[in-house]
């Protein structure tokens, strides 16, 4: 790969990564004033965050087929219009255009989850760890952005919450501006492929360990993105300044997504540090659950972020680590994003119905703090040394 198409290539990575949670991330800080315009119940609006996390799940079994008729390239420029158009469609045509608008963004957003770590695979096959904190890391700080400008530019900016979840618009057309560049991307040689055994991934029990790590930390992560600026609200911190703590969980995470990868590649296998994340996410939410003045808050919350980031960065370092070539990790990375998020996806809206039932935030956290715990026995056999 000659030097200019390197950096093209790596622009483009990162420019995909920017556009792959500032969409959705900035709706949790928001949903309230949503929720009031919109007269939707909490429940309602928990679906509003659910819905990508559905579109993952049913998109996700099909970009690896996808990816063997088309080039990578040719993919990530049809994902990215259609990121650009479900954008337009959630701010500009009413309530029902609000849900479908999110399930035509999801859309979208799968083809680069899953194409991501295979590109990695394919292009960096000696640097998977450092293109992975890159990527990782990218995401992260545009998921942070998002969460912390998107009330200030609802409000000071006058734009309202329509306006300031189209803002990404603009993101989206300058990334799709890339890809055309890279619009002949391959994932590899497809000669090379085609001789190599052909393995079912729901035969393996390490591609599940996978999904099941995937599913966990994507439950955890967007429970938190969906109804921590809520609870924040809940607990006495004013609107705006629970946007600021939401960008903050975000933001904490950028050291960790962009470390852990880095450190996991130079280990055999991944259960110690893996472990060790999963344990203090535990107790960073136990701390969440008991906090009742501003600074505790603030620690639980930034605890939070970090492990959050360091379970992504470490979800995705499983694709590449766990799988033996790029059309593999394409599969593996469907397989564990469609699975992976269906089970995420039950989780902002079962925590608005517990809420709508309890009428407190102490049982949803609560059942946060077991998956945690779940998170931290899965994670011991998804760090295992082993290939699907």
Not at 61 to 70: D, M, N, R, T
Not at 180 to 187: P, S
Not at 310 to 315: E, F, G, T
Not at 337 to 354: E, H, K, N, R, S
């Amino acid at each position: 790969m000659n030097k200019k198409r390197n950096i093209l290539l790596i622009l483009a990575i990162v420019f995909t990564a920017f556009n792959l949670r500032s969409p959705i991330t900035g709706v949790g800080s928001l949903v309230s004033a949503i929720k009031t315009e919109l007269n939707l119940s909490v429940s309602s609006a928990g679906i509003i965050t659910t819905i990508p996390l559905i579109t993952f799940a049913i998109a996700s079994p099909f970009i690896s087929g996808l990816s063997k008729k088309f080039s990578a390239g040719q993919l990530m420029i049809y994902s990215l219009i259609t990121l650009a158009f479900g954008i337009v469609v959630r701010s500009y045509t009413g309530t029902a255009g609000l849900f479908i608008g999110t399930a035509i963004i999801g859309t979208g957003i799968a083809v680069g989850n899953v194409l991501l770590p295979s590109i990695i695979k394919s292009q960096y096959p000696d640097k998977v760890g450092m293109m992975t904190s890159i990527y990782t890391t990218s995401m992260t700080i545009f998921a942070g952005l998002s969460s912390g400008i998107s009330v200030p530019l609802a409000t000071k900016a006058g734009l309202g919450w329509k306006n300031a979840l189209a803002v990404w618009l603009i993101l989206a057309v300058i990334t799709i501006a890339i890809w055309i560049l890279q619009r002949n991307l391959q994932l590899e040689d497809k000669k090379a492929y085609k001789e190599a055994p052909k393995k079912n991934m729901y035969k393996s029990s390490v591609a599940w360990s996978v999904t099941l790590y995937m599913g966990t930390q994507s439950l955890l992560f967007y429970c938190f993105v969906a109804w921590l600026p809520t609870i924040l609200q809940a607990k006495g911190i004013h609107t705006e300044t629970a946007g600021y703590y939401a960008s903050a969980y975000q933001f904490m995470g950028i050291p960790a997504s962009f470390s852990v990868p880095l450190l996991a590649v130079r280990k055999r296998n991944q259960k110690a540090i893996a472990g060790i994340i999963s344990f203090v996410y535990a107790l960073g939410l136990m701390l969440f659950l008991f906090a009742d003045n501003p600074i505790l808050i603030a620690v639980s919350v930034l605890i939070c972020g970090f492990c959050s980031g360091a379970c992504i960065s470490l979800a995705m370092s499983f694709i590449g680590l766990r799988s033996c070539g790029a059309q593999e990790a394409a599969s593996l990375s469907g397989m564990s994003q469609a699975m992976g998020y269906l089970l995420a996806a039950v989780g902002p809206f079962i925590m608005g119905v517990i809420f709508d039932i309890c009428h407190s935030w102490n049982v949803p956290i609560i059942c946060l703090i077991v998956m945690a715990v779940f998170l931290l026995a899965i994670s011991l056999k998804a760090g295992e040394e082993r290939t699907v």
